[in-house]
């Protein structure tokens, strides 16, 4: 099982500054990587997939980089509805999630 | 637009059963493989079975092998999840997905809403 750890657990930011959220893995997933969003009482959204691919409708403020087991979302001026939980999710192996990272405002 | 419309939650006593349906619509059901994802109160996400479109081969999480099966019936675009010998472990949150870029090893395209399981006495 390929076990993700993301960081930090929790990020406290203003709206407008920049936002760095990670995703290690316990092995390489090659770019087999995609990263989600969750509000509360919401459903995950699909944002970027294979590691650095926007989802259709996601704002390009949305960025992710990486491959092998570091893996980098960046969301490059926060706006107020994006503060929430992300997850990082691999599909190299049979599927597993970070444990998320919540975003919050400062 | 793609919807995925769970129900058949609810509560059971532990060593019980439920079965829960997907009904989707906006995308054709029968081209894709559908998942299960699964997320327990205050907790993150777990990937719980996944379903292939035609052939109906069938992949699950060791947590849930042997207890859960995941059907579809492409004539009605629904997607099923029968759940036996249910545990409070399995207390939680039920998604429905649409998949892409494989069967289990895949994204979660599209989500539904989900329906609440809770296992308590």
């Known amino acids: 099982e390929i076990v993700l750890t993301q960081s930090p657990d929790t990020l406290s930011l203003s709206p407008g500054e920049r936002a760095t959220l990670s995703c290690r893995a316990s092995?390489?997933?090659?770019?087999?990587l995609a990263w989600y969003q969750q509000k509360p009482g919401q459903a995950p959204r699909l944002l970027i997939y294979d590691a650095s691919n926007r989802a259709t409708g996601i704002p390009a403020r949305f960025s992710g980089s990486g491959s092998g087991t570091d893996f980098t979302l960046t969301i490059s001026s926060l706006e107020p509805e994006d503060f929430a939980v992300y997850y990082c999710q691999q599909r190299s192996s049979w599927p597993s999630f970070g444990q998320g990272t919540r975003l919050e405002i400062k | 637009e793609v919807q995925l419309v769970e129900s058949g939650g609810g509560l059971v006593q532990p060593g019980g059963s439920l079965r829960l349906s997907c009904a989707a619509s906006g995308f054709t059901f029968s081209s894709y493989a559908m998942s299960w994802v699964r997320q327990a109160p205050g907790k993150g996400l777990e990937w719980v079975s996944s379903?292939?479109?035609?052939?109906?081969?069938?992949y699950y999480a060791d947590s849930v092998k042997g207890r859960f099966t995941v059907s579809r019936d492409n004539s009605k675009n629904t997607l099923y999840l029968q759940m036996n010998s249910l545990t409070a472990e399995d207390t939680a949150l039920y998604y429905c997905?649409?998949?892409?870029?494989?069967?289990?090893?895949?994204?979660?395209?599209?989500w539904g809403q989900g329906t609440l399981v809770t296992v308590s006495s």
């Open positions: 092995q390489s997933v090659r770019s087999y």
């Open positions: 379903i292939n479109a035609s052939d109906g081969n069938t």
């Open positions: 997905a649409k998949v892409i870029f494989g069967v289990v090893t895949a994204y979660f395209h599209s």
